[in-house]
């Protein structure tokens, strides 16, 4: 086993699955379109890891209501939460960039981990099925699932509640540009609310709405 199958806990029966999800565009064959890099594993790793986190979820607090369930999927699933996980087993070192990027920052940028994180899980669940993504899925997010007893509330769901308890409507958010690469994209979303307004920087759009969030809140007075 692979250092990297040690820390999942999970050994593949077909290593070119592991290889694919450690892949990264900026490395893939363009002669194949690059449809050897972990894109494809990643788009399925995210709806494996929403299906297992949801169920999850579901077993482990029978008495919390739908809204808390989802607050606390949302953070579990979020690009923070998984490139942190994917710190934590080592998937940075594992990762495949030209040594370029790599010297550029790319594998510094939380979306790529994060990314990385959901193609493994997309290759350990065609590798071995659900059961086993699952097995993946509680040993790497365990704490993290444990750690806090309340729900927490991501900076856009904090924006949204604190204009709608005040009558002031919804937040808009716009996209004000869209630079960089395909592989390393950088993105600036400004939100508005209550007739102010504020910028967030991010390597996906999500990303930077999070962060125009949390510049707004921060000019809330105590």
């Given at each position: 086993?692979?250092?990297?199958?040690?820390?999942?806990?999970?050994?593949?029966?077909?290593?070119?699955?592991?290889?694919?999800?450690?892949?990264?565009?900026?490395?893939?064959?363009?002669?194949?379109?690059?449809?050897?890099?972990?894109?494809?594993?990643?788009?399925?790793?995210?709806?494996?890891?929403?299906?297992?986190?949801?169920?999850?979820?579901?077993?482990?607090?029978?008495?919390?209501?739908?809204?808390?369930?989802?607050?606390?999927?949302?953070?579990?699933?979020?690009?923070?939460?998984?490139?942190?996980?994917?710190?934590?087993?080592?998937?940075?070192?594992?990762?495949?960039?030209?040594?370029?990027?790599?010297?550029?920052?790319?594998?510094?940028?939380?979306?790529?981990?994060?990314?990385?994180?959901?193609?493994?899980?997309?290759?350990?669940?065609?590798?071995?099925?659900?059961?086993?993504?699952?097995?993946?899925?509680?040993?790497?997010?365990?704490?993290?699932l444990e750690a806090a007893l309340k729900p927490p509330v991501s900076a856009k769901n904090r924006l949204q509640e604190w204009t709608l308890g005040r009558a002031k409507g919804l937040p808009d958010y716009t996209l004000v540009s869209a630079a960089g690469p395909a592989h390393a994209p950088l993105f600036v979303v400004r939100v508005t609310a209550e007739g102010r307004s504020?910028?967030?920087?991010?390597?996906?759009?999500?990303?930077?709405?999070?962060?125009?969030?949390?510049?707004?809140?921060?000019?809330?007075?105590?």
């Amino acid at each position: 086993m692979t250092p990297l199958e040690v820390r999942i806990g999970h050994q593949f029966a077909q290593p070119a699955l592991l290889e694919q999800a450690l892949t990264h565009r900026s490395a893939a064959d363009p002669r194949r379109a690059q449809l050897d890099s972990n894109e494809r594993l990643e788009f399925l790793g995210d709806r494996v890891l929403g299906l297992v986190m949801a169920e999850w979820l579901a077993e482990r607090f029978p008495e919390e209501r739908e809204g808390a369930l989802t607050r606390r999927l949302s953070q579990l699933v979020a690009w923070e939460m998984l490139a942190r996980v994917a710190e934590e087993i080592g998937l940075r070192g594992a990762l495949r960039v030209p040594p370029s990027e790599g010297r550029a920052g790319l594998l510094d940028r939380a979306s790529v981990l994060a990314d990385a994180m959901e193609a493994l899980l997309g290759a350990v669940y065609l590798d071995a099925g659900l059961d086993a993504a699952r097995g993946v899925v509680k040993r790497v997010f365990g704490a993290h699932l444990e750690a806090a007893l309340k729900p927490p509330v991501s900076a856009k769901n904090r924006l949204q509640e604190w204009t709608l308890g005040r009558a002031k409507g919804l937040p808009d958010y716009t996209l004000v540009s869209a630079a960089g690469p395909a592989h390393a994209p950088l993105f600036v979303v400004r939100v508005t609310a209550e007739g102010r307004s504020a910028e967030g920087l991010g390597s996906s759009k999500r990303e930077a709405e999070q962060a125009a969030a949390e510049a707004w809140l921060a000019e809330v007075p105590a």
